[in-house]
């Protein structure tokens, strides 16, 4: 009995010590974008770097999760032929889904994080390039159970606030 308790009280502690943990900026990005409006962006790659196989469609997301964001940014090509265009290319370099059920407990097992960069190109030339990560431990958002969902657009967001600012 008094190994259980020492068990429980031991969970307990290291839950207080690393279950505060909430989703970080690995690197905070500017507040005011200097957007170009006079052409669109079409993304036209998105590539998995990691040498893995995930259980999601992790290509599909941060693909769709950039252009949701340049769409929002009023930047999306939508097959205009009159305005010009650039092009996108994005890798994902780190993944990881984590766990809903270890993150309370066990934040450092549980985390999911994800870290993407982008190139935006006109013609050949490379003209901006950025680079995000984000982790969700715990917290608001480490809660949820559609965490992994939540990582894919806020590196999205950065990586598209990013790239429009260096335009």
Same mark, same amino acid.
């Given at each position: ?78 097959? *205009? +032929? ?7 290319? $994005? !890798?994902? &370099?780190?993944? %990881? ?48 159970? *559609? +965490? ?7 590196? $999205? !967001?950065? &990586?598209?606030? %990013? ?5």
């Amino acid at each position: 009995m008094k190994a259980l308790r020492t068990f429980c009280a031991l969970v307990f502690l290291v839950s207080l010590v690393f279950g505060c943990g909430r989703a970080r900026d690995e690197a905070p990005s500017p507040s005011v974008p200097a957007m170009r409006q006079d052409v669109r962006i079409r993304v036209v790659n998105v590539a998995n770097k990691t040498g893995e196989l995930f259980d999601v469609d992790a290509i599909g997301m941060l693909w769709n999760g950039i252009e949701e964001s340049l769409r929002n940014k009023g930047l999306l090509w939508t097959g *205009d +032929a009159d305005i010009p265009i650039m092009t996108l290319q $994005a !890798e994902i &370099l780190k993944y %990881q889904k984590g766990s809903v059920f270890l993150r309370p407990v066990l934040p450092m097992w549980g985390k999911t994080y994800l870290t993407a960069r982008c190139e935006l190109l006109e013609g050949d030339r490379v003209v901006a390039s950025a680079e995000s990560s984000r982790t969700i431990s715990a917290g608001k958002e480490g809660f949820s159970f *559609d +965490a992994w969902k939540e990582v894919y657009r806020m590196v $999205a !967001e950065d &990586l598209v606030s %990013q790239i429009t600012q260096k335009m």
